[in-house]
């Protein structure tokens, strides 16, 4: 067996920032969580194995816990995973089978073993155990798809939170939600953004950022709008009006736009999802690039844009805007499992372009603790390969290395998010 590297060593060692899960809460994980099925070929393999032939009956027979016959449910999709096994996706659920579960292979006998593991973590602390202890991970950042950034019992400490800002990006006004989040009746502009300012007021201290996965729904193309304009739209929403496309963005920019100034009011970053979209058969890649956000970017300097997934496949783009503009940062989340060789090269090309400084090294993106933590082996290879490839290539020492790997899983993290303060806020709640 080869003796690790000093750079492999300190980068296992390292307690890494995690900027990016849509981890489920305690009671999900202890009373409804997955089986070991469910957990192994849960996230995002599904999308591989979809595109590589497999049918929506063995999908749904893979998923039914209801059925305790492991082996006859791997068989159904055994042809796809074979065809998937070495993608990204693919090398994940092989970590998180091989390294957290011990799993060999997929024979009946060794799922109910790990299936009995899987039902010791999903205890009360289990959550916790696996990303701190496991993964050893400092604390990981949760887009909870809400508002709300309530101290988590679970890990006061370990967990923080998002305030989605996603809905607004959209043009997507629901009044009678926000009415019962802040008294505030939404009649016209005014209102509207005494709203949302209201929504800061009571969970801007608690979250750690801003998040918005608008480009799910719409472009990232972003447009100064007018308060005249967004009323209009605003006041056809709020009768029920179905609004066109152009409304919807319309509205959308306008609303996006308040909440890049409202995150400046309270020193919170903003992230955006940028790039691929997860699932199968729906991305209008015209219409992910990070370049569609310039004018965002070049209107608020003063906010910290974190732009997500390295905007794969548009990687290169996102690499320039990180050089040219002062308040963006690139981060890696999701995207050492999506295409861990394009990530590898971002990396090695990020370093010659860009300031290491604002680059973010993981990020699971995933629902159960079990991925993420397989999800952060992931990454630690992938970077240490990254940058072992620049040492033999004679770009960088060893100490040069290991410093730049400091800088890209924490460093830069602690200084972009005020981790302490939001800590503090929970603690004080």
């Known amino acids: 067996m080869l003796m690790k590297t000093d750079l492999e060593q300190s980068i296992e060692e390292t307690a890494l920032v995690d900027t990016h899960e849509h981890l489920r809460k305690e009671d999900d994980w202890t009373d409804r969580g997955p089986d070991i099925l469910q957990d192994l070929f849960g996230n995002y393999i599904p999308a591989d194995l979809i595109s590589a032939g497999a049918t929506p009956e063995a999908m749904q027979a893979l998923n039914d816990a209801n059925n305790k016959d492991f082996s006859a449910r791997f068989s159904g999709i055994q042809s796809a995973w074979e065809a998937v096994q070495h993608t990204g996706y693919g090398e994940a659920v092989s970590i998180l089978a091989n390294e957290i579960y011990g799993i060999d292979d997929f024979s009946g006998a060794s799922l109910e073993r790990a299936q009995t593991q899987l039902l010791e973590w ?8 696996l990303l701190r202890d496991k993964a050893r991970l400092d604390h990981v950042q949760t887009d909870d798809f809400c508002w709300p950034c309530p101290p988590d019992p679970s890990g006061r400490d370990f967990f923080l939170y998002d305030l989605s800002w996603a809905g607004f990006c959209s043009g997507q006004i629901d009044a009678a939600t926000l009415h019962e989040e802040t008294d505030i009746e939404v009649t016209n502009l005014t ?12 969970h801007g201290r608690c979250a750690i950022a801003v998040k918005a996965q608008h480009a799910y729904n719409r472009t990232l193309r972003w447009e100064e709008r007018s308060d005249d304009d967004a009323e209009r739209v605003l006041i056809q929403s709020l ?8 409304d919807r963005l319309l ?3 306008w609303c996006w736009a308040r909440g890049v100034e409202l995150a400046i009011e309270y020193d919170l970053p903003f992230k955006i999802h940028t790039g691929y979209y997860a699932g199968n058969n729906n991305m209008p890649v015209d219409r992910i690039r990070s370049g569609h956000l310039c004018p965002l970017l070049a209107r608020y300097l003063d906010c910290r844009f974190v732009l997500m997934h390295i905007s794969y496949p548009y990687s290169g783009e996102l690499i320039g805007l ?4 002062q308040n963006v940062w690139a981060d890696l989340c999701w995207a050492w499992s999506i295409d861990p060789f394009s990530s590898s090269h971002f990396v090695r090309q990020f370093i010659h372009a860009a300031p290491a400084n604002k680059l973010f090294a993981f990020g699971g993106d995933t629902s159960w603790p079990t991925s993420s933590a397989a999800y952060a082996i992931q990454a ?6 990254s940058l072992q490839a620049e040492i033999d290539n004679g770009f960088l020492n060893e100490p040069q290395a290991m410093a730049l790997a400091q800088r890209l899983m924490r ?5 972009c998010f005020d981790i302490e303060g939001t800590r503090s806020a929970l603690a004080a709640v």
């Open 122 to 129: 999903r205890q009360p602390g289990g959550r916790l155990h």
């Open 191 to 202: 209102s509207l953004r005494q709203a949302m300012q209201a929504l800061f007021a009571r």
């Open 239 to 246: 009768r029920g009006d179905t609004l066109t496309e152009k």
């Open 251 to 253: 509205l959308g920019d």
């Open 322 to 325: 990180v050089k040219h503009y």
């Open 380 to 385: 630690r290879r992938w970077l240490n390969r």
């Open 411 to 415: 460093e830069n993290q602690l200084a």
